[in-house]
C-alpha cells in the first residue's frame, strides 16, 4: 500500500486510522477496477501482518484490523478469494487479552460477512467455535459487537443455508477439503443436493448441517449460560430453515439440551423449553405425515390388486357377439363416436386425478431416530438428572404414545423400571407425569393384538388324516 496510507493507518488516533482505512479502501477498489489482484494480495498480507504479530503495538494491530474492514468493503464479495489468508490470524484475535482487538476484530469479521455474504458459510464450523468462546467475553463492548456479528450470521444461514453454492474456486477448493474429512465426523451420506442429475458429484453447497453437528454436539455440554443462550438460539434458527432437517439429528444433542432445563439463568431454561416443546411438535407432525403416508400406499396397492382381479375376470369372459359396423344406422354414428370420445375424455381424467400433484407436505421424507431418542430420555430417569429433566422425559414419553405407540413398545420392559419408581415421587409434578404415562402404556400394551397360538401335535395330526388315539 502507498506509504503514507500505511503511516496514517497506524496512527494512535483513531480518527486519523479510520481516514487512512477510507483512503485504503479507495486504492483497493481502484486496483480491482484495473484487474490488479497481485497488489490486492500483497495489500492483504501486509495487513494481517499488522495485526496478528502480538509484538505489534496495539494502535498497530488495531489500524491493521480496521484496513482489513476497508478492503473487504471495497472488494465486495471479490474478498472471498482472500479469505482463506486471514481468517485464521482474524479468529485468533477473537481470544486476544486485549479487549479492544478483540472488539475491533469481531467488528472487521462483520463487515467481511456483511459484504462476503453466502461465502463465508464455507468457514462456518471456524467462525461458530471462535464466536461461541467470544459470546461469554467479560467486556460488554466485546459482547455487545460478537452480538451484532452473531445476529448478521444468523440472517445468512437463514437465508441462504439451504441453497448457496460457492462461486469462487477457492472457496470450493475448501469445500471440497471439508468432503474428505467426512469419514472422519462419521458422515456417510451425502445429501441429495450434493448430486446432479447425472449421479455424479455436482456443485456443493456452501454450509453443511452434517458437518456442523460434530461441533454442535461437542459444544452443547458448556456450563456458561451465555454460551448456553447462544447455542439454544442457533439450534431455534437451525431448526426453522425447513429445507435443513435438524430434527433428524436430534438425538445428537438433545442429551445436553435436556440438562439446559436446569440453568440458573431464566433466559436460558425458556428458551430450552420452547425450543424442546417445538422440536415434540415437529416430530408429532412428521410422524403424523408418514403414518398418512403409509395408509394412502395401502390403499393405491390394494387397489392396484383389486384391479388386477377384475382385469383376469374380464379376461376369463366369454367372447362377445361381434357386430358389423353396417348394422348401425348412419344416424347414430355420430352418436356412437361421442360416446366413445366421451369415455376417453372420462378415462384420461380419472388418470389425471390419480397422478401426483408433487405438492410438498411439510414431514415429508423426514427421517427420525426415535429408538435413539428414547434412549436418551429413558436415562433422564435414572434418578442422578434433576427433576425438570424427569418430568420432562414422562411428558415425551406420554406424548409418544399417544401419537406414535408402536415405537414405543419394544422399550416395554425398560419403561416399567423407570416409570414404576415415579409414581410415588416427592414432586407432585413427576408424579403426575409419571401417572399419566403409566396410563397410556397400559392402554397401549391392552391395545395390542393377543399371540396366536401354535397348534398342538393332536390337531396337527388330525389335519393329516392320523387318528387320534
Request: charged fraction near 25%.
Amino acid at each position: 500500500m502507498d506509504p503514507a496510507i500505511a503511516k496514517q493507518l497506524v496512527d494512535k488516533m483513531y480518527e486519523k486510522r479510520k481516514a487512512a482505512a477510507l483512503d485504503l479502501e479507495k486504492l483497493v477498489r481502484d486496483c480491482h477496477q484495473q484487474g490488479d489482484d497481485k497488489r490486492i494480495g500483497q495489500i492483504v498480507d501486509q495487513l494481517i501482518e499488522m495485526f496478528s504479530t502480538v509484538s505489534n503495538a496495539l494502535h498497530v494491530r488495531n489500524g491493521g484490523l480496521i484496513g482489513l474492514a476497508g478492503t473487504a468493503i471495497a472488494l465486495g464479495v471479490d474478498i472471498a478469494p482472500y479469505m482463506e489468508r486471514f481468517l485464521e490470524p482474524l479468529l485468533i484475535c477473537f481470544s486476544d487479552p486485549e479487549n479492544r482487538v478483540r472488539y475491533f476484530s469481531a467488528e472487521c469479521l462483520y463487515n467481511i460477512a456483511k459484504v462476503s455474504k453466502g461465502e463465508v458459510l464455507v468457514y462456518f464450523n471456524t467462525i461458530f467455535d471462535a464466536l461461541s468462546k467470544l459470546a461469554a467475553d467479560p467486556e460488554l463492548s466485546v459482547k455487545n459487537g460478537a452480538e451484532l456479528l452473531d445476529r448478521l450470521l444468523k440472517d445468512i444461514v437463514a437465508e441462504s443455508a439451504s441453497f448457496y453454492v460457492p462461486h469462487y474456486p477457492e472457496t470450493e477448493k475448501i469445500r471440497e477439503r471439508g468432503n474428505e474429512g467426512d469419514a472422519d465426523l462419521g458422515i456417510v451420506i451425502p445429501h441429495p443436493g450434493d448430486f446432479d442429475g447425472m449421479d455424479k458429484p455436482g456443485a456443493k453447497r456452501a454450509f453443511s448441517l452434517a458437518r456442523f453437528i460434530p461441533l454442535l454436539s461437542d459444544r452443547i455440554y458448556v456450563i456458561s449460560p451465555f454460551t448456553r443462550s447462544f447455542l439454544v438460539s442457533w439450534i431455534t434458527v437451525l431448526d426453522s430453515v425447513p429445507e435443513l432437517e435438524l430434527i433428524t439429528y436430534l438425538p445428537e444433542f438433545i442429551d445436553g439440551l435436556l440438562k439446559y432445563l436446569s440453568d440458573p439463568t431464566e433466559d436460558v431454561r425458556i428458551a430450552t423449553e420452547n425450543q424442546l416443546a417445538e422440536f415434540l411438535r415437529e416430530i408429532r407432525e412428521v410422524t403424523v405425515v408418514r403414518k398418512h403416508q403409509e395408509e394412502q400406499l395401502k390403499k393405491q396397492e390394494a387397489g392396484l390388486a383389486e384391479q388386477k382381479q377384475l382385469d383376469g375376470s374380464r379376461d376369463s369372459r366369454p367372447p362377445e357377439l361381434t357386430i358389423p359396423n353396417s348394422a348401425f344406422l348412419k344416424d347414430n354414428e355420430n352418436a356412437v363416436s361421442d360416446f366413445e370420445s366421451d369415455t376417453v375424455d372420462a378415462e384420461h381424467g380419472s388418470q389425471f386425478d390419480e397422478r401426483d400433484t408433487g405438492v410438498w407436505i411439510p414431514g415429508q421424507g423426514v427421517h427420525i431416530d426415535y429408538a435413539a431418542i428414547i434412549e436418551i430420555l429413558i436415562q433422564q430417569l435414572d434418578g442422578h438428572h434433576d427433576e425438570i429433566q424427569q418430568s420432562t422425559a414422562l411428558l415425551w414419553f406420554a406424548e409418544f404414545l399417544s401419537f406414535a405407540p408402536e415405537v414405543m413398545v419394544p422399550f416395554t420392559p425398560r419403561l416399567i423400571l423407570s416409570i414404576l419408581p415415579n409414581l410415588a415421587h416427592h414432586v407432585p409434578m413427576i408424579q403426575s407425569s409419571a401417572n399419566r404415562t403409566n396410563k397410556l402404556l397400559a392402554s397401549v400394551i391392552k391395545a395390542l393384538p393377543a399371540p396366536t397360538d401354535p397348534p398342538s401335535r393332536q390337531s396337527t395330526a388330525n389335519a393329516n388324516g392320523v387318528p387320534s388315539r
